[in-house]
């Protein structure tokens, strides 16, 4: 699937581009009315994602095991926990031993080398208990060749050019097959299934795997189901401005992601950083529209290698970002300690659980989102402002600043320690170093030394 996936989003990244200068004909006060609808709830504005890949998570890769590392996650501080697919996994055309979690057999049961729909009920119950919100994998787009539905209702499904059911056009998925959503039976089932999982078992929304692979119209349907029965939280594995309209409230920041990776590797600089907020994201999304941004996930660990093996000395610096840049961010289960292994996908590989440092960065950073509004995600957070700095192609500076509170961060983006002057500009002014607690006046002139790849934060105090 990387190769894939890999593919599909270095196009999207064009797609991006060549969009911006349709985002330009709409003035910026009316883009976020025009282009999200969508109400985001309440409880995702600070919120933070996990997620839990049930297989590797415990020892036992069970719902019960899992539920009793809650505690543990509540410590850490995190909001939205993303559960990966918990359906029965077909047989027919299985690859691996225990076959991809994306392969579902049956949409409305639970696999049973998980627990039972019981252990789910209850996973989800303990977890509400402790302010937490659960969001389900679900894969809308294609099923388990020995799913009933194959034999109930052929019709639902895809046909080549023989007039044969196929897997997803233009993948390698061999051990699934394709829906065709021209069919409104099969609309009518997926979208009663994803809201048996919202009404019956109390999930707070979804994670759409390929999400641009399904109709719009068909999650804008459900979307406005779901809401119907209570507020729910939407994130799309896709990249796309029309998604979040009446749809998603998170999109993949795929182009993100990869320009901070070209960024570690030493094949662009900060600037790509500033060209990527401040020009790309600025004229192409509205500001109400939360892209994700991780420093890894199941797919990428996985198939194109581990969070130290992405972004090597620069890992930290990414982290940084992620939380204190535009967007929503995730930790993927097994980043906070440290997990130096690409997690086997298609067999039990459990993370080995042990204290790093990236836990306490990580709960941190959690912390420091929660009780300062100008990091929050979409319009309910402030937006970035450039920091010019005398270091442009190294530092990467910028100023978030609301009503109630403002955060500078400065990051240097290479292996050379550096003396950078951030020049004058709306961050003048007192603030407390978030990581040491001293204070320090930023003026016109004020020099910051920064390590090769350190990340600072200051916080405004009030004078």
């Known amino acids: 699937m990387s190769a894939f996936r890999n593919a599909l989003a270095a196009s999207l990244i064009g797609l991006a581009s060549a969009s911006a200068s349709l985002a330009q004909t709409v003035p910026p006060e009316t883009r976020d009315s025009e282009l999200v609808r969508v109400e985001h709830p309440d409880w995702s504005h600070d919120a933070v994602l996990y997620q839990i890949n049930l297989r590797q998570f415990t ?162 349907r459900v979307r406005a189901e779901f809401d119907a029965i209570r507020p729910v939280f939407m994130l799309a594995e896709w990249e796309q401005r029309d998604l979040h309209r009446d749809a998603f409230d998170a999109t993949y920041a795929w182009t993100w992601n990869n320009t901070m990776h070209d960024v570690a590797m030493g094949h662009a600089d900060a600037g790509a950083l500033r060209g990527h907020y401040f020009y790309e994201e600025a004229n192409s999304w509205p500001r109400d529209a939360y892209r994700m941004r991780y420093t890894s996930n199941h797919d990428q660990n996985s198939w194109e290698g581990t969070q130290f093996e992405r972004f090597g000395d620069a890992l930290e610096a990414a982290i940084i970002l992620s939380f204190t840049g535009s967007g929503i961010p995730l930790i993927y289960n097994g980043q906070e300690a440290g997990n130096q292994d690409r997690l086997a996908f298609f067999q039990r590989d459990p993370i080995e659980w042990r204290e790093h440092p990236l836990n306490a960065l990580f709960r941190d950073l959690v912390d420091l989102r929660h009780a300062n509004s100008a990091l929050w995600a979409g319009a309910a957070g402030a937006p970035m402002h450039n920091i010019e700095n005398s270091h442009e192609s190294s530092v990467f500076s910028f100023l978030r600043q609301d009503s109630r509170n403002a955060v500078l961060t400065a990051i240097n983006f290479s292996a050379a320690p550096v003396q950078t002057v951030l020049h004058e500009g709306p961050h003048q002014g007192l603030y407390r170093d978030w990581q040491t607690g001293e204070s320090i006046r930023f003026e016109a002139d004020t020099m910051l030394e920064l390590r090769p790849w350190e990340g600072r934060v200051f916080i405004a105090i009030d004078e």
């Not at 009933?148 to 052929?154: D, F, G, R, V």
């Not at 046909?159 to 044969?164: A, E, H, K, P, V």
């Open 59 to 220: 020892s036992e890769g069970s719902i019960a095991a899992a539920e009793a590392e809650l505690p543990r996650l509540a410590e850490l501080g995190v909001d939205i926990l993303w559960l990966m697919p918990v359906q029965p996994i077909g047989v027919a055309e299985r690859k691996g031993e225990l076959g991809s979690p994306y392969s579902i057999s049956d949409y409305r049961a639970v696999n049973p080398e998980l627990g039972t729909m019981e252990d789910m009920r209850a996973f989800i119950d303990a977890a509400h208990e402790l302010g937490f919100h659960v969001i389900l994998d679900w894969v809308a787009n294609h099923s388990a060749w020995d799913n009933p539905l194959i034999e109930a209702h052929p019709d639902w499904y895809s046909r080549d050019w023989r007039g044969d059911m196929q897997p997803p056009p233009g993948t390698d998925w061999s051990d699934v097959a394709d829906f065709d959503y021209g069919n409104a039976d099969l609309r009518d089932y997926m979208a009663e299934s994803m809201a048996f999982w919202v009404r019956e078992v109390g999930f707070d929304g979804f994670r759409c795997d390929v999400a641009g692979f399904v109709p719009i119209d068909f999650w804008e």
